[in-house]
Every structure is written in structure tokens, then in C-alpha cells.
């Protein structure tokens, strides 16, 4: 891919590339570390909340007119609960974070600087809210001993610090979806990762 085209829409105009954007998402998470055995309903619904809200963005990665890359970002309080509960809890005003949904890419399109983009974008978005300090987003934690782990598997953390981004010590969520091969969903814990916007 020489030339790649982004979309960054509202939320609501990224509602026609629903499709696509689901299909994606269930593969690339079908991969470890989420090893997530989606369904289009769930994802259509899970899109749902970046769609409706005003305070959403959707970037997406195009390859001629093919959808290869998606990423979102939303004002905090218009997230899920689950990912709300660890800053309520510790008393943090939701209003002052910009969170950073997960960026899926299609794997011939990796390594080509799409995520560096992705994370460009958003910070873009994020920096046009004048009451936001922070942007956080989370990772799935997983043993270094997972029977599933790919024996050439390598962690993001490094391209996360170079975009800026800090492990937040203490800050984690719970989330539930199915892993692949099994036949109900169970709790996955995930690590948040923050950066200051007013840097």
C-alpha cells in the first residue's frame, strides 16, 4: 500500500461502513492477544455507541476503496460502563479523558505506518475538547505462558511508548467476550495506557 486514504468522520457518518468495519474487526480480534470469537450483531451494537454519540470519531484506512484499517475515539463519559467504573471509582472526572476505542488492520497492511497514523488522528480529535487532559486507552493482558500465544508473538508496548503513551500503574478494567474455542464468554482483564494532552 504506497498511497493510503484515510475517512475521519463523526460518528454517525461512519454508520454506512458498519459492515465492513464489524467484518474487520471479527477477524483481526479472532488473532492473539484478544483470540475473540465475535459475531456481527455484537460488533454492530458495540459501533452503535461511537455512531450515536457527538463526540465520536471513526478513521478508517482505505486501499483504493477498500476498507483495510478502522480506528475510533470518544469522550469518556459516553463509553461503555465498564470502561468508566475504574475512573469513577477512584473519584476521576470522566469528562477530562478521551478514550481511544481499539484500531484494527487488515495484516498484509501492518508496518507501514497506519497505526502511527491512527494514533495521529485521534490525538487530533482528542486535542479539539477543551475540558480533556488525558487520552487513555486499554490492552488485554496476557501470560507469557498462554498455550495460545504465537511463538513469534510481539507486544505493542513498544510502538504505544512511542506515540507517547505510559502504562497507568493500577488502572484496569474487565471485560467479557468469548475466546476462541470456548463455548461462553469469561473475564479478560485489560491494562490501561494514558497520555497527557497538554504536554
Known amino acids: 500500500m504506497r498511497n493510503p486514504s ?16 464489524a ?16 459475531s456481527i450483531e455484537y460488533e454492530k451494537d458495540y459501533l452503535e ?10 478513521v478508517l484506512c482505505l486501499d483504493d476503496k477498500e476498507i483495510v484499517g478502522a480506528s475510533t475515539a470518544i469522550v469518556l463519559s459516553e463509553e461503555s460502563p465498564s470502561i468508566q467504573k475504574p475512573f469513577l471509582d477512584q473519584g476521576l472526572a470522566i469528562n477530562e ?7 484494527v488492520l487488515a495484516r498484509d497492511y501492518r508496518g507501514q505506518g497506519v497505526g502511527k497514523e491512527f494514533f495521529n488522528y485521534r490525538l487530533e480529535f482528542a486535542r479539539t ?3 480533556a487532559r488525558w487520552a487513555v486507552f486499554c490492552a488485554v493482558l496476557r501470560s507469557e505462558t498462554d498455550p495460545m500465544r504465537p511463538t513469534n508473538y510481539s507486544p505493542l508496548n513498544s510502538f504505544w511508548h512511542k ?10 478494567c474487565s471485560l467479557s467476550w468469548k475466546r476462541v474455542g470456548e463455548m461462553s464468554e469469561t473475564s479478560h482483564e485489560l491494562q ?7 504536554g
Request: proline share 1%; no cysteine.
Open 6 to 21: 484515510y475517512l475521519v468522520m463523526k460518528g454517525s457518518e461512519a454508520r454506512q461502513y458498519v459492515q465492513q468495519i
Open 163 to 172: 506515540q507517547g503513551f505510559e502504562e497507568w500503574t493500577g488502572m484496569k
Open 192 to 198: 490501561f495506557w494514558r497520555k497527557s494532552l497538554k
Open 49 to 58: 455507541t461511537y455512531f450515536k454519540s457527538s463526540q465520536s470519531v471513526v
Open 129 to 131: 475538547h477543551s475540558m
Open 23 to 38: 467484518d474487520l474487526r471479527i477477524s483481526v480480534f479472532r488473532e492473539f492477544p484478544y483470540l475473540y470469537e465475535g
Open 97 to 103: 479523558y478521551i478514550y481511544f476505542g481499539e484500531s
